[in-house]
């Protein structure tokens, strides 16, 4: 070997290796917009599939709902709490817990200023350091919706005067609790917690203390 050539930090092997997700797009005939509200679509492609048997090509209907896409903020104080917020969900008629989280709705806004919006607006709290937990796709055979979620530590308050968002709705009646992440853990495992970002976060997050958070990437300040 070369005295100039290193090793990776990180070789794949094996499952590694080969199991990662990947883009890839397949063959669209043709698409229409079936439904448009202010902030999401519902789209129909007519999508080149492989054929019976995998032999030849055909063509099928996909409906998808195209969303711009969300963050969730784990905001994780010096005590090791987690900050989940109770809020009513229409379409599951339930009242969640969640970690504030938001769309991806302001234009050129991307998911970091996203996740520090919210934060701000939903738990009136900023944080120091940032860093980026899993991001996923919550029904991918249903929407192109991809949630980013993100670790915050050092909250801190912001004052009352320097939010500039009025609560209404849903938000009008937010009420918060700081939950230990251990116990946060016990909560979702005993299936009491149902919020896909909040399950995914509290995990993330639980998963990367066993090392302090050493393994996590600090995002830049902003």
């Known amino acids: 070997m070369p005295s100039d050539t290193h090793p990776a930090e990180h070789e794949t092997t094996g499952a590694d290796a080969k199991v990662a997700d990947a883009p890839e797009s397949w063959p669209v005939d043709r698409s229409e917009v079936r439904y448009r509200s202010a902030k999401v679509a519902m789209r129909t492609d007519w999508v080149e599939m492989p054929g019976a048997g995998g032999v030849g090509t055909s063509v099928a209907a996909r409906d998808y709902m195209q969303h711009p896409g969300a963050a969730a903020v784990l905001a994780l104080d010096d005590d090791g709490r987690v900050l989940l917020?109770?809020?009513?969900?229409?379409?599951?008629?339930?009242?969640?817990?969640?970690?504030?989280?938001?769309?991806?709705?302001?234009?050129?806004?991307?998911?970091?200023?996203?996740?520090?919006?919210?934060?701000?607006?939903?738990?009136?709290?900023?944080?120091?350091r940032w860093y980026k937990l899993p991001d996923f796709f919550p029904s991918p055979g249903f929407s192109d919706e991809r949630i980013h979620v993100f670790l915050a530590r050092g909250l801190s308050e912001v004052p009352p005067e320097e939010i500039d968002f009025v609560r209404e709705h849903e938000e009008t009646d937010l009420a918060a609790e700081w939950v230990p992440l251990g116990e946060a853990v016990r909560l979702v495992m005993e299936g009491r917690l149902h919020n896909g970002p909040t399950v995914i976060g509290v995990l993330a997050a639980h998963a990367a203390s066993a090392d302090g958070f050493a393994s996590l990437r600090e995002l830049p300040a902003g």
């Open 85 to 128: 917020l109770r809020q009513y969900r229409h379409p599951v008629r339930q009242t969640l817990w969640e970690m504030p989280a938001g769309m991806i709705d302001v234009e050129g806004e991307g998911p970091l200023p996203t996740a520090r919006r919210e934060l701000v607006e939903e738990a009136g709290l900023r944080a120091e």
